[in-house]
């Protein structure tokens, strides 16, 4: 071996003890084998350490993503105090101009932005295992592929939000597997 090379293996040797690993554990300069129990509590004691390090990192950053969350909560509700008041004051007056009307919202063109209330609807919880079932009983197995199409059996429907019902629209017979849900209306401001 070269004065060079070896001046390097012991390089690497302080370095790795510098680094926690004995020199004594160092068989080569490139790994390190682990042929004893020493070097296997060691090697414990090593990960233990990474693993307790770890640790404490993490908890540091949920105590700082928790003070971040707890933030962001404050501004949220300090935008919602400041703009609540304008919002409900620009629904009311979007009640006295005329709106563009549409099947399922009202608009209003302002220069800075576009007043929308979208008006109530209902929507479908769908328990797709009991709508599949319902179906094949009922003879309706060509709405069915793997699954119930959803589509084709929203057209059938009736809705009786009051109630959570759905109903076959020309017959009047419960289905079942589908839960009615209005949404409620919703006013909200795009900027141009």
Request: overall charge negative.
């Amino acid at each position: 071996m070269s004065i060079n090379n070896e001046e390097r293996i012991c390089q690497r040797m302080e370095d790795e003890e510098a680094n926690g690993l004995p020199a004594e554990l160092v068989r080569e300069p490139d790994h390190f084998i682990i042929d004893s129990d020493s070097k296997a509590e060691w090697a414990l004691r090593k990960i233990r350490e990474a693993e307790d390090e770890h640790t404490r990192l993490m908890s540091l950053i949920d105590q700082e993503q928790q003070s971040l969350d707890e933030r962001k909560a404050a501004f949220d509700k300090a935008l919602e105090r400041e703009t609540e008041y304008l919002k409900y004051a620009l629904s009311q007056y979007m009640r006295t101009v005329p709106c563009k009307a549409t099947k399922t919202q009202e608009s209003y063109q302002l220069l800075s932005g576009k007043l929308v209330r979208k008006k109530p609807a209902v929507d479908y919880e769908v328990d797709n295992e009991a709508l599949t079932k319902w179906l094949r009983e009922n003879g309706k197995t060509d709405l069915l592929k793997v699954a119930p199409r959803w589509a084709d059996v929203k057209k059938l429907l009736a809705a009786d939000p009051a109630s959570g019902a759905a109903t076959i629209a020309d017959t009047g017979e419960m289905v079942e597997g589908v839960k009615v849900i209005e949404t409620p209306e919703k006013f909200t401001i795009k900027f141009n």
